[in-house]
Every structure is written in C-alpha cells, then in structure tokens.
C-alpha cells in the first residue's frame, strides 16, 4: 500500500469511552440488618380467599327454574296418603275380596338361593350371588324390620327385590325411585322374565293401571316416583287391602337423594296403614 491510501482494518474499531462520575458512591459504614417484625422481602400481592358458599340443596329459599321461568313451591291441595280431601271428588280403595297376608319364611343357604335364580333365568348357569344379597333376602323374607344397604353402583342392589320375590307365589314389591329415568330402566330390566313389573308416574295413573296392580295375584314389581305415593289417586292403591296383604316389602332406592329433590316430602309425619 501507498503512503496515500494507507491500509483499512474492517471492521473498523470503536473507540470505547469511560465516564467518571462527579460524586462517588459512599458506601455504608455497616450492614443493614433486617428489622425483627418486617419482611426483609417485599410483600406479594394475596388473592383474598372467598368464603365457601353453602351447596346449593342447603341453601334456603332458593329459587327453582323451569324453562327460564321461576317456579315457586306450591303447598298441594291434598293430604299426603289420603282418600278424601276437601274439594276433591270422594274417592274409595280398591276392593278384590279377601286376600291371605304374607307370612314370614325361613333362611335359605347359599345354594339354594343360586339355584332359585338359574332357575328362574334372574342369572346364568355357574355364576354365584354375592354374600350381601343372600343376607339381605334372608333378611327380607323373615320380615323382622328394617334394612339399610350401602353399596356401590354396579354391585348388584336391584337383586335384592328380585330374590324374596322367587319365594313367593304371589307377592308386590314397591321401589321408590327419586328419577324417572331409574324407573324406566327397572321396567326395562324385568322384561321377558316371570316377574311383572309397573311404574307410577305422571302419565300412567289411570285407574286401569291402578286396579291391576291393586289385584296382583302374580309376582310383581311396582316401581313409583316419590311425589305419586302421596296423591289420591295412588292412595287408593295403598289403602286396599288386598294390596297391604301382598306387599312384601318397600325399597327406597337412593334415598339420600328424596329430600334434596322433594324437600315437601312428609314421609315422617304422613303414612299410611
């Protein structure tokens, strides 16, 4: 290269710059230590916590919706399990002569009840009951009191009001279900086999229904809805007594769910005889 065009590094190097400043920084003459009762860090933000809210079955006066109207809780114009009430058309129970009452039955063992069921094609051959259900149904047709059963879905509950039922020659079992749909698939599952089987809803009280399950003479499932035991129409049916003579047993299927769903449900301070 020439004097004149003296050689270029590239890239070209920048100049760095240092800045002073005026005042110099002062340093502490000791460590600062924290305050006993202070954070040494800076408080975060909290989310208040909201208070926990009661569930919505605990809650009173709640308000009940129906296609987007509110529905307030009307008091029913009758008394719960009763024939006459002020207002209504007089009405008498079923009557089908005398019928002999139900009387209580020995325990059956383990293979008898299996046998009973594949008989009765409730189970197919070589499959077995479960220990509760045999319990249960030995319970159920000694007629000593009351049962209570807790078990999970799937297990085999709605055997139970089956097996007493293969005891007897003619006999009604009366299931109370909190969901229509529970109904309709106990209807459903009793299709095809020796056993009848009716459910009380809405939309089938008329008498013809009622007057047959009153009757009987066969074994029968009667499956009904919470809020139709207490009209008069089904009253009728309950206080004949060639129904109260048949009937084996009430089964309260779910019954945790009845006063969630029918909080006017009296079942403890109406009943019927």
């Avoid at 114009?77 to 089908?96: D, E």
């Amino acid at each position: 290269m020439s004097e004149n065009n003296p050689e270029v590094s590239w890239p070209p190097k920048r100049q760095r710059h240092t800045y002073t400043l005026s005042t110099p920084i002062q340093q502490h003459p000791t460590p600062l230590t924290p305050h006993p009762h202070l954070s040494p860090f800076p408080a975060l933000p909290q989310t208040p916590v909201p208070a926990r809210l009661p569930v919505l079955a605990d809650k009173k006066n709640r308000k009940t919706y129906r296609n987007n109207f509110e529905v307030k809780p009307k008091t029913p114009s009758y008394k719960p399990f009763a024939l006459n009430n002020p207002g209504h058309i007089r009405c008498k129970a079923f009557a089908f002569g005398d019928v002999d009452r139900l009387k209580a039955l020995d325990s059956l063992s383990v293979e008898e009840w299996n046998s009973l069921m594949i008989l009765h094609g409730e189970i197919e051959a070589g499959h077995k009951l479960r220990d509760f259900q045999i319990e249960c149904a030995n319970f159920v047709i000694a007629r000593t009191g009351d049962l209570c059963l807790i078990a999970p879905t799937g297990s085999g509950k709605s055997k139970i009001w089956v097996l007493p039922l293969l005891m007897q020659a003619k006999a009604i079992l009366l299931v109370t279900v909190p969901f229509t749909s529970l109904g309709f698939q106990g209807e459903a599952r009793h299709s095809g086999t020796s056993i009848q089987c009716s459910f009380l809803h809405s939309d089938s009280q008329d008498e013809q229904i009622l007057s047959k399950i009153t009757k009987g003479g066969d074994k029968q499932v009667v499956y009904a809805c919470v809020e139709m035991l207490e009209t008069p129409a089904v009253a009728r049916v309950l206080r004949s007594n060639s129904f109260k003579s048949q009937l084996l047993a009430v089964y309260l299927d779910k019954p945790f769910m009845v006063p969630r769903l029918y909080p006017s449900a009296r079942a403890s301070s109406h009943s019927w005889d």
